[in-house]
Structures are given as structure tokens and as C-alpha cells.
């Protein structure tokens, strides 16, 4: 039996509070004359007074949060779950503690969060049979508003029980009770899917077509099961196929989404269209995607809406037109939406109520974190769009400004932005004809890689080198990105301004890029992993300037480059990080005149690292061409020359990919015997060419003149060109 109160006489009770902090008050119940049932509910000698109490209890609570902080503080959420969970009383006397519990629900947050701490959501589940509507009615809406308070409880919706495998069948068999049950049970059932693994429970369990025709009920139906609809087909192709072949739900999005319909709902069908598109099921050349789903939200994004229908309508645009090249034109010149959004950036930082919760939301830096999100969709590849977004009033500074922003999700959303911009960093300089607007954005984009690498690689030492937020790490993917776009821009293949150069290299010693870059290259993370493996390589290539800074980044990359850093990369189980570390390899080596001591710096381990990809069959062309790239650059320098020559294996290892068709690996091999047998700068005394010379009777030898030779008439122009030159030094 419940514990807690014991009846010393009629007219002298003491009831013992259950305080929030646990420590027991106990209160006078002359106090509490007027709530009598209480004392009577927590006495367990006078249960046949119950029926009667609990009906009083039901008559209070119901309407009045007050009254419910009063009961729970009292101690009567425990005996009610008790009474629950045992099945006391008969079918009248459970459905009114279902009604109760019910009503409990939806108190204050602190009631619904003591409701989870004595196991409400188990107790509930296992509970939930069809008494009677009431009863069932009232579970449920226990449930539904413990999930709208918190999904922390998710899981046990997934357990097995006596039931089933999971809840969810059980819970879907109980829609057809009522509609208040409709409304409780989908609810439930969307605050509930959290994860894949739930979203599979619920396609294999038939909610797509017990959901289905709810579509075409009442609004207090409707809503709920849109946002289900949005939680089930989230990122998952499987369910976007099921929902499709459904009879109707395309129509029904549709109609959801006409302008005759409360703006809530019409974004919400838009956004589940918008999932049915990114799943694979609707293309986006049909009409209901590339005109009346995007037309919707671009409508929804004006300033005759809610703030918060504002920022859902401009990330749900940013979701739809991601990836498609087509779609991102059409929504371009669809009704003013770059100046639309761009107005969003001029938001003051105003900070409201939800109305969806009691949080206070900074509406200011939500409005500009959706604004960037569709901008980044927006501007993704076209460079006309990039141009018109990129001449909106002071564009550039508000990415500069939320960049520094405390809400990491706008920084998140700043930085997607600037990613999509910086893939022409060229336009950015032309249209704005101001070539240093570029340098404060490097100087900030660093701070922000520093500061949240830092913070990820602490995470890592702790927890694992998965460790740190998603934030922390999205935040680092970008920045790396961001990074990788300006590398190349700067890079002196590409030529610009010799002092955009420097800065670049100076911005990348000032924040230890490089120290920070090789820790995170080492990651378990295979998308930081690669990302930090390209900046590196790129990174690389700018070593190559002829200054002082280019010789200090130079320093600095050959002291952080070690063995230990570089072998693992070159035999990286993903081949496209091989490529990129490869790259890294080849840009050191560029060199001329510093090769040979790169080379002694790298190590044997290194240059045997690259030899075996060059020697392995199963990798792609493109990693095998950047292998074969490192050596031939490598040897350009002298002391390689001399090494190289008498390492007859590793020669033949680089000789195999002449008899390759494709012309990418031929043409760094030719590459290599012309530098193998060089004269410049390699020989010394009284005889310049004598170690040329013998270079070129080792290769001879070898019979590299006949693997020449037979090039000639079956190979490409360019090849037979290399090849005609390279044979003049066997002459």
C-alpha cells in the first residue's frame, strides 16, 4: 500500500508534502480543511471514501494549474500511478484517475516533469486498455502532453510488452475509440519519432495508411497528422516511397497547402512535400514541386505572416532547393525572394515568447540564420543568383556580423552561406570592386575554425575522437570548407594579387591553421578527416611563394607533416582522402631547389607509402596519377636523382603505367624519366654529365627506350609529342 500519511484521529491528520527538493514539510491539516479529500485519498483505511474523493479531486484539478501544483505537492501523482498500475477499483473508479492523470499532464512544466520522474509514460502504456472512451481518452492525453513537454521517454513507446513488439501497434489499433484519441495518439506518435530506427518501426507497423485518411478530417486532426507525416518521412526514402503509393496523400498534401487554409497548414504540406522531393519520390520537374510547393513557401517567407512562419517558410525553402540546379533558378525570380530574404537580415534582434513553447526566442538571429540557409541553397552553383544576392545592401557585412554571432546556429547558417559564395570568390571581388572586404571574412573565418577546432579536439582527448556537438563539428566542416574555396582562389596556379596571397598564408600562421588542421586529419570522422586532409594539401600549395611568409608556411607545414600524420592518410581506407594526401605530398615537392630536404624530412616511410599506391592495381587512375606525380617530382631533386637510380624496383613500379590507354598516367611517367635523367643542377667536377649519363644507361638497360618507342603511333597527340622529347635524351 502507498505510504506516507497515517490517520492518528477524525480530527487531527498530518499530511506530509512531497517537496520538489525532497525535504519532507509537514503542514497542519487545519490548513487544508477545505481539501479534505486529499487527507481522504492518502488514507488507506477509509478506501471506500475514494470514489467520492477522486471525483472531487477530478472536479478541482480539471482547468486550474494551481490546484495541481497543490495536489502533486501533496504527494497524490504516486498513489495515482500506484492505483494505475495495480488496477484498483473497478472500471468507473480507473477511468476518473485516467481523467485526472490526464488533466495533471497539462499543468506547469514542473508538474509534467514530476509526472516523468515517477514513471508516468511505462505505468501509462502498460495501462492503456479500452475501458472506456473516457479512460482511454484520458491516458492518452496524459501521454500526449508528457511528449509535448519532453520526447525523453521516447524509447518506451518502443519496447516490447505485453502488447506486441512495440507500443506502436497497439497505440494505432486505439485511433478508431475517438476523435480526441486521434488527436492524443498522433500527437503522441510524432513527438515520439526521434530516430531512423523509430521512423522504420512505424512504416513496418502500417502508420502510413492508418494516418493516411486522417489527412481529410477535421483541423484538429489534420495538423497533427501533417506534422507526423514531416517526422516520418524526414531523410528517408523508404517511408517517402510508401507515403507516394498511398491512395490520395499527394492529392491531400496538395490540398492542404491551398491558399484557403490556416498558413500553418499550408507550410506544413509544403514541408512534407518538400521530404517526399528530397526522398526521391516526387522529381522535381513535377508542378506540385517546382510550382505550387515552392510558390507556397516563397509566399509563406513574406512579411505578412508570423515571425515564426517567416523562419520555417525560409528553411523549408533552403531544404527543397538544395541540390537542385533548376530549382534554384525557378526560386530566384519567384515573387522578389532575394530582396524578401534580404530584409530579413535588417531585423532588429527583437526577443519574444514561442508561441509554440515558453522559451523566449531571439527572433532578430532567427530570421537571419533561415535567411542564410536559403541563401546558401540559393546561390549553391549559379553564378547570375550569386551576383544579385551579393549586391543586396550591406550583404557582405551581415555575413561578417553573424559570423561573430553567440547563436551557433546562425554562425552555422553564416558560414553555409559563405561556403556557397566563396566557390567564386572572383565575383565577389568584381562585383563589389573592393578587395578588401574579402580579408576580414579570412580573418573571422579562421577565429571561428580555431576557436570550435580547439574546442572539438579538447572533446576528443576526453571522449573519443567522435567527441564534440554536431554544432562543433558542422561548425568545423564549414570553416574547413569555407578555407578550402579560398585556398584555391589564392593559390598561385590561379594568379591573383601577390598580397592577397601572403595574407591568406600570414592569416593561416597567426591561428596555427596547420597545427589544427593535421590533429583533425587524424580524425575518426571521415568527413573532417577529409576536409582537413584537402585544406592541408592546398594549404601546401600555397608554400610555394616567393616570401617570407610562403617560407615560413613552408616550415611550418614540413614540422606538423610527419610520418605519423601522413602515412595513415596515404593509406586511408577511403581513396579519395589517399588523393588529397597525395596531393599534399606532391605540393611539397614543387620546390625545386628545397626538395631534397622535404624529401628527408617526409621520410622513407612517406615515399614507401606512396610507392605501394602506385604499385597496387585496385586504386582508381586518379590516385595512381598523383602518386605517380609525387615521384616524378620528387625526382627533380639531385640527392633523389642519385637514390632513385639504383632502386630498380620501385623504377619498374612507375615504368608498368606506360603500357596504361589512359593518358593521365603516361604523361607524369614520361615526366619521370625526363627528370631521372635531367643534367641541370645535379652533377658536379670535371665531368657535369657523367652522373646523367649513367642515369641514362641504368634506364636503357632497363629497355625504356623500346617502351618509348612503342608508344609512338598508339597513343594520344600529347603523349607522342612527351615521348619524341623524352627519346632525344637517349640520343
Known amino acids: ?157 518502443f519496447e516490447e510488452n505485453r502488447f506486441g513488439n512495440t507500443y506502436i501497434p497497439h497505440l494505432l489499433s486505439l485511433l478508431p475509440v475517438s476523435p480526441k484519441c486521434q488527436e492524443h495518439i498522433i500527437t503522441v506518435l510524432e513527438r515520439a519519432c526521434q530516430t531512423k530506427e523509430h521512423q522504420q518501426v512505424l512504416l513496418e507497423s502500417g502508420a502510413v495508411s492508418v494516418l493516411a485518411p486522417m489527412l481529410w478530417g477535421p483541423y484538429h486532426i489534420q495538423m497533427p497528422t501533417l506534422l507526423c507525416f514531416g517526422k516520418l518521412c524526414y531523410k528517408n526514402p523508404d517511408v517517402c516511397a510508401a507515403v507516394i503509393k498511398e491512395h490520395d496523400t499527394k492529392e491531400a498534401f ?69 541540390k537542385d540546379v533548376g530549382l534554384q533558378e525557378i526560386a530566384s525570380i519567384t515573387d522578389h525572394v532575394i530582396s524578401t530574404l534580404a530584409n530579413y537580415l535588417q531585423f532588429k534582434d527583437v526577443k519574444k515568447m514561442s508561441a509554440n513553447s515558453n522559451q523566449e526566442v531571439d527572433w532578430g538571429s532567427e530570421m537571419k540564420r533561415a535567411a542564410f540557409l536559403a541563401f546558401a541553397s540559393l546561390t549553391a552553383n549559379d553564378e547570375d543568383i550569386r551576383e544579385k544576392v551579393i549586391k543586396q545592401d550591406c550583404f557582405i557585412e551581415q555575413v561578417q556580423a553573424s559570423l561573430l554571432s553567440d547563436n551557433q546556429l546562425e554562425v552555422i547558417a553564416s558560414l553555409k552561406c559563405l561556403h556557397s559564395l566563396t566557390r567564386s570568390v572572383q565575383q565577389i571581388r568584381t562585383v563589389l570592386h573592393d578587395s578588401s572586404v574579402w580579408k576580414p571574412i579570412v580573418d573571422i573565418l579562421f577565429q571561428v575554425f580555431s576557436s570550435a577546432s580547439e574546442e572539438l579536439l579538447g572533446l576528443d582527448k576526453e571522449v573519443g575522437a567522435q567527441g564534440g556537438s554536431p554544432e562543433t563539428r558542422e561548425k568545423v566542416l564549414l570553416a574547413i570548407g569555407c578555407m578550402c574555396n579560398l585556398a584555391l582562389e589564392f593559390s598561385p596556379s590561379r594568379e591573383p594579387d601577390a598580397g592577397d596571397k601572403i595574407i591568406f598564408a600570414i592569416a593561416m600562421l597567426e591561428y596555427n591553421a596547420v597545427e589544427l588542421l593535421s590533429e583533425l586529419s587524424q580524425s575518426q570522422d571521415a568527413a573532417l578527416r577529409f576536409n582537413a ?11 610555394s611563394l616567393a616570401y617570407g611568409s ?74 595512381i596519377e598523383q602518386a605517380l606525380c609525387v615521384v616524378s617530382n620528387m625526382v627533380d631533386g639531385p640527392s633523389c636523382k642519385a637514390h632513385i637510380i639504383s632502386k630498380t624496383e620501385d623504377i619498374n613500379s612507375v615504368l608498368q603505367h606506360l603500357k596504361s590507354d589512359n593518358e593521365d598516367l603516361q604523361l607524369p611517367v614520361l615526366q619521370f624519366i625526363s627528370n631521372l635523367i635531367h643534367t641541370i643542377d645535379d652533377d658536379h667536377g670535371s665531368f657535369p654529365r657523367a652522373g646523367s649519363y649513367q642515369r641514362m644507361l641504368t634506364l636503357k638497360s632497363m629497355g625504356v627506350p623500346q617502351m618509348l618507342e612503342s608508344l609512338i603511333g598508339t597513343s594520344t597527340a600529347e603523349v607522342e609529342k612527351r615521348v619524341h622529347e623524352t627519346l632525344k635524351s637517349f640520343a
Open 1 to 157: 500500500m502507498p505510504t506516507g500519511f497515517r490517520r492518528d484521529s477524525p480530527s487531527s491528520v498530518a499530511i506530509m508534502e512531497v517537496d520538489m527538493d525532497s525535504r519532507p514539510v509537514f503542514v497542519d491539516s487545519q490548513l487544508l480543511s477545505r481539501r479534505a479529500y486529499i487527507a481522504t485519498l492518502l488514507n488507506d483505511e477509509v478506501s471506500d471514501e475514494w470514489p467520492s474523493a477522486i471525483l472531487q479531486l477530478k472536479n478541482d484539478v480539471i482547468g486550474s494549474n494551481n490546484e495541481k501544483d497543490i495536489s502533486m505537492r501533496h504527494g497524490l501523482v504516486p498513489r495515482l500511478l500506484k492505483w494505475l498500475e495495480t488496477e484498483y477499483g473497478g472500471p468507473h473508479f480507473q477511468t476518473e484517475v485516467a481523467v485526472v492523470l490526464g488533466s495533471m499532464a497539462m499543468g506547469k512544466a514542473n508538474t509534467t516533469e514530476f509526472l516523468m520522474e515517477n514513471k508516468a509514460v511505462p505505468i501509462v502504456l502498460k495501462s492503456l486498455t479500452n475501458i472506456s472512451r473516457m479512460y482511454t481518452e484520458g491516458l492518452v492525453r496524459c501521454l500526449r502532453y508528457i511528449f509535448k513537454h519532453s520526447a525523453a521517454h521516447s524509447d518506451y513507446l
Open 550 to 623: 610562403g617560407e615560413q608556411l613552408r616550415v611550418s607545414l614540413i614540422s606538423c607533416l610527419t610520418a605519423d600524420v601522413l602515412v595513415p592518410r596515404l593509406e586511408d581506407e577511403l581513396v579519395t582522402i589517399r588523393e588529397k594526401a597525395l596531393g599534399i605530398v606532391r605540393n611539397l615537392l614543387t620546390t625545386k631547389h628545397s626538395i631534397d630536404h622535404a624529401v628527408k624530412s617526409l621520410g622513407s616511410s612517406v615515399i614507401e607509402a606512396v610507392f605501394n599506391n602506385i604499385r597496387n592495381p585496385s586504386m582508381p587512375p586518379e590516385v
Open 254 to 322: 496538395v490540398n492542404l497547402m491551398a491558399r484557403d487554409k490556416p498558413s500553418e497548414m499550408q507550410i506544413e504540406a509544403a514541408k512534407v512535400l518538400t521530404y517526399l522531393h528530397r526522398g526521391g519520390a516526387i522529381p522535381s520537374s513535377d508542378f506540385v514541386i517546382s510550382r505550387k510547393t515552392l510558390g507556397t513557401l516563397v509566399r509563406m517567407c513574406k512579411r505578412d505572416r508570423p515571425l515564426m512562419q517567416n523562419v520555417h517558410a525560409a528553411e523549408t525553402l533552403a531544404c527543397l532547393i538544395e
Open 533 to 543: 586532409t584537402w585544406c592541408l594539401m592546398l594549404a601546401c600549395d600555397l608554400q
